[in-house]
Nanobody
Framework: QVQLVESGGGLVQAGGSLGLSCAAA????????MGWYRQAPGKQRELVAT???????NYADSVKDRFTISRDNAKNTVYLQMNSLKPEDTAVYYC????????????????WGQGTQVTVSS
């Protein structure tokens, strides 16, 4: 079973910055799209940003020009740099990856990280 291990959450004041990372914890044959999602208390999980294997990115309107998603394919890792943070960015952030674990795997399966708390104080 593939595990995605997240790190980097925490508490920051409004206007500050935080960086998140998420790494696949074992050898992987292939990773397609990777992304970050978030879930605030009482709200549904929402997309924050995604990045394809070719590094094409997509952002939620609420984070455009403030957040940057990137990936290191050699390390099977995806990053999220968050700048100019706002209290409304407070949420648990989850990474997601579409993974073919073995060469014999037919499909890409979706895996989720355990979530990391980001809290932005006003």
């Amino acid at each position: 079973q593939v595990q995605l291990v997240e790190s980097g959450g925490g508490l920051v004041q409004a206007g500050g910055s935080l960086g998140l990372s998420c790494a696949a914890a074992k050898s992987i044959f292939s990773i397609n799209a990777m992304g970050w999602y978030r879930q605030a208390p009482g709200k549904q999980r929402e997309l924050v940003a995604t990045i394809t294997s070719g590094s094409t990115t997509n952002y939620a309107d609420s984070v455009k020009d403030r957040f940057t998603i990137s990936r290191d394919n050699a390390k099977n890792t995806v990053y999220l740099q968050m700048n100019s943070l706002k209290p409304e960015d407070t949420a648990v952030y989850y990474c997601n990856a579409q993974i073919r674990q073995y060469p014999s795997s037919t499909y890409y399966l979706s895996y989720w990280g355990q979530g990391t708390q980001v809290t932005v104080s006003s």
